[in-house]
């Protein structure tokens, strides 16, 4: 694959590549773990913290406004990349029942547990939504952060914790996912978009329609997929779909819930305090409308910000030849991981059918190792569990070494990966 052939060249726009760590140019394939920013997400926010800082939803002075008007013009962008255009308010949007509100959090974890929490332990009114003969569903391929707050919530409620498998493609298998519906006790369904691991596109538009269907409610893991593909979340019809910024080339602190208003409105809020009362007496509080009901405190403003600048930058990219971009690289990738003696890569072996990254072992080399060692050779990549141990334990491996791209990657970075394996291969006398 020759420089070029693919169809973005925005290096450039990333301050943090005109470093030249060791003399060397600084080869970065951990998107995945966390993406690097283009200098308009860092301008955006220096900008609003040099000229428009203010706590928000207190202030009538007018650089309050300013920031006020900052934050909600980022939720309404950010809702507005992801298809979830009547954003925000109860008012004729949530009339329609299907009508999204959009939720700023600390990250996908944070969503991820709010939900876990506030709609776990129960609605207005007292009735639990989850209890004994009653069931979550996850899946293997899951991320720690859509296992454990799950599993917290079962435990308390002497609910069932089940799991969807994963084939020896690394895929779910949509039958399985119908007996499980079929047995009538499922409440809730939380899935990944795309395995941080495997690489796995799951199919959750699919999913959710058959979940729904079932009367049961969905939630969707987002985070490894925002960022690499055009993602439209009232097509994809989940009831919850979170993602995370930091991996969406925005600032770290501030994560997105987009739900659905109806159950959002009848869930009993996560964090208490400011900003998500209308009104406390001395025993007692009512709740703000959504989606400041689940915003206690003072939100992630600056951040906010930084992550409006982010998913404009990648609107302006185009989300289409984001994945095109990625997908061919991760074509490369592949190809040219494949030429490694020793390596195996886990997950399904087509391009089209995965996302930007690529998991692997390496006979003979603990993965820590490997990493070590594309280290020396100037390039970053991930080595571990990834925060899914219960995945490691069906691939029958303790870690894996994994490389993820992002838009500002090109063929190059993947061939300066190779070379620091076959040398690392060496080093170890293979
Ligand atoms: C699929 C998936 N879910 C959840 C997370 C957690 O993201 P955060 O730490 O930003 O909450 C990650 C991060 O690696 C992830 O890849």
């Given at each position: 694959m020759p420089a070029g052939s693919t169809s973005l060249d925005v290096k450039g726009d990333f301050p943090i590549f005109a470093r030249r760590p060791g003399g060397r140019e600084l080869i970065y394939l951990d998107s995945g773990a966390s993406a690097q920013k283009?200098?308009?997400?860092?301008?955006?926010?220096?900008?609003?913290?040099?000229?428009?800082?203010?706590n928000v939803h207190r202030g009538v002075y007018a650089l309050a406004q300013e920031a006020d008007a900052a934050y909600d013009d980022a939720r309404r962008r950010v809702a507005a990349f992801v298809g979830a255009h009547r954003s925000s308010g109860t008012g004729a949007a949530a009339a329609e029942g299907g009508a999204q509100t959009t939720v700023f959090t600390k990250n996908v974890t944070e969503a991820i547990?709010?939900?876990?929490?506030?709609?776990?332990?129960?609605?207005?009114?007292?009735?639990?939504?989850?209890?004994?003969?009653?069931?979550?569903?996850?899946?293997?391929?899951?991320?720690?952060?859509?296992?454990?707050?799950?599993?917290?919530?079962?435990?308390?409620r002497c609910a069932e914790l089940r799991y969807l498998e994963v084939d020896e493609r690394g895929e779910l298998c949509l039958e399985q996912l119908d007996s499980e519906l079929a047995r009538g006790d499922v409440r809730m369904v939380a899935v990944s978009h795309?395995?941080?691991?495997?690489?796995?596109?799951?199919?959750?538009?699919e999913m959710t329609a058959r979940i729904r269907a079932a009367g049961a409610?969905?939630?969707?893991d987002g985070a490894q997929a925002v960022p690499h593909m055009p993602v439209d979340v009232q097509e994809i019809g989940a009831d919850f779909y979170a993602w995370t910024g930091h991996k969406a080339l925005g600032p770290t602190g501030i994560g997105v819930l987009h739900g659905r208003v109806e159950i959002m409105e009848s869930m009993e809020p996560f964090l208490t305090g400011g900003d998500m009362i209308a009104s406390?007496?001395?025993?007692?509080?009512?709740?703000?409308?959504?989606?400041?009901?689940?915003?206690?405190?003072?939100?992630?403003i600056a951040e906010a910000?930084?992550?409006?600048?982010?998913?404009?930058?990648?609107?302006?990219?185009?989300?289409?030849?984001?994945?095109?971009?990625?997908?061919?690289?991760?074509?490369?990738?592949?190809?040219?991981?494949?030429?490694?003696?020793?390596?195996?890569?886990?997950?399904p072996p087509e391009p089209e059918r995965r996302g930007g990254l690529a998991s692997f072992t390496i006979e003979g080399i603990h993965p820590h190792d490997v990493a070590e060692l594309a280290d020396r050779g100037g390039v970053c990549i991930r080595a571990g569990h990834h925060c899914a141990q219960p995945l490691m334990r069906c691939l029958g491996v303790g870690a894996t070494a994994r490389a993820s791209v992002g838009v500002y990657n090109g063929p190059s970075d993947i061939d300066a990966l190779v070379d620091a394996l076959q040398a690392g291969r060496e080093v170890f006398g293979l």
């Open positions: 283009p200098v308009v997400v860092i301008e955006a926010l220096a900008d609003h913290l040099r000229k428009h800082n203010a547990n709010l939900v876990a929490y506030a709609w776990g332990r129960g609605s207005t009114g007292g009735r639990a939504n989850l209890g004994p003969g009653e069931a979550v569903l996850i899946t293997q391929l899951e991320h720690h952060a859509n296992i454990v707050p799950w599993q917290v919530l079962c435990r308390e795309v395995s941080n691991v495997l690489g796995t596109i799951v199919p959750v538009a409610l969905s939630l969707v406390v007496d001395f025993q007692s509080s009512t709740w703000n409308e959504l989606p400041y009901k689940f915003e206690a405190g003072t939100p992630p910000v930084g992550l409006g600048a982010a998913v404009d930058y990648l609107s302006a990219l185009g989300m289409e030849r984001v994945r095109e971009h990625e997908q061919a690289l991760t074509g490369y990738m592949l190809e040219r991981l494949a030429g490694v003696p020793g390596l195996r890569v886990v997950g």
